[in-house]
T-cell receptor, first 111, second 110 residues
Framework: DAGVIQSPRHEVTEMGQEVTLRCKPI?????LFWYRQTMMRGLELLIY????????DSGMPEDRFSAKMPNASFSTLKIQPSEPRDSAVYFC?????????FGPGTRLTVL | EDQVTQSPEALRLQEGESSSLNCSYT??????LFWYRQDPGKGPEFLFT???AGEEKEKERLKATLTKKESFLHITAPKPEDSATYLC???????????FGTGTRLQVFP
């Protein structure tokens, strides 16, 4: 059984460019979460969806960040324009009950 | 304000040297406490969920316990493959959000 799938695994881009991160949750899970992990701040929740509907985006740092979930098997996190301080590992997680299962993450480097 | 604090930040053990990791929490209405393991370059891997004070869960060399203010992750006779960062997180009632601690980085030397 495939776990949460994220792509790309690594992304290097230049400041000002648009970045799109992708996530495929575990089949049958109805909640999806986007996190950001840095050494300084640890794991931070950015936004989460329930049944494809955004429920809480209070963790999204700025208007430069946006997330969508067009269907139950796909979500994107977009940063436009990207800045060096956005460099971090971005994780997607999905759940059916309380337990969240994480993907392998996307390591983003903004030069 | 909901808060999760883990200690120590880092722990070095000899193989076979048992120890405990601590997770203290302040949350209004605990729905559940979670332990995850994270290896370098990977996502957090679910280990345990504890729901009420007095509850215990075991998995191989790991045992998690819960009180009203804190949780412990006991590691018995650790092996080098137990080296990882261990994360604690709590769910508050009436929310779907996990609040994570900053983790304990465990290194076990042969």
């Amino acid at each position: 059984d495939a776990g949460v799938i994220q792509s790309p695994r690594h992304e290097v881009t230049e400041m000002g460019q648009e970045v799109t991160l992708r996530c495929k949750p575990i089949s049958g899970h109805n909640s999806l979460f986007w996190y950001r992990q840095t050494m300084m701040r640890g794991l931070e929740l950015l936004i989460y969806f329930n049944n494809n509907v955004p429920i809480d985006d209070s963790g999204m740092p700025e208007d430069r960040f946006s997330a969508k979930m067009p269907n139950a098997s796909f979500s994107t996190l977009k940063i436009q324009p990207s800045e060096p301080r956005d460099s971090a590992v971005y994780f997607c997680a999905s759940s059916w009950t309380y337990t969240q299962y994480f993907g392998p993450g996307t390591r983003l480097t903004v030069l | 304000e909901d808060q999760v604090t883990q200690s120590p930040e880092a722990l070095r053990l000899q193989e076979g040297e048992s120890s405990s990791l601590n997770c203290s929490y302040t949350v209004s209405g605990l729905r559940g406490l979670f332990w995850y393991r994270q290896d370098p370059g990977k996502g957090p891997e679910f280990l345990f969920t504890l729901y009420s004070a007095g509850e215990e869960k075991e998995k191989e060399r790991l045992k998690a316990t819960l009180t009203k203010k804190e949780s412990f992750l006991h590691i018995t006779a650790p092996k080098p493959e137990d080296s990882a960062t261990y994360l604690c997180a709590v769910y508050r009632r009436n929310t779907d959000k996990l609040i994570f601690g900053t983790g304990t980085r465990l290194q076990v030397f042969p």
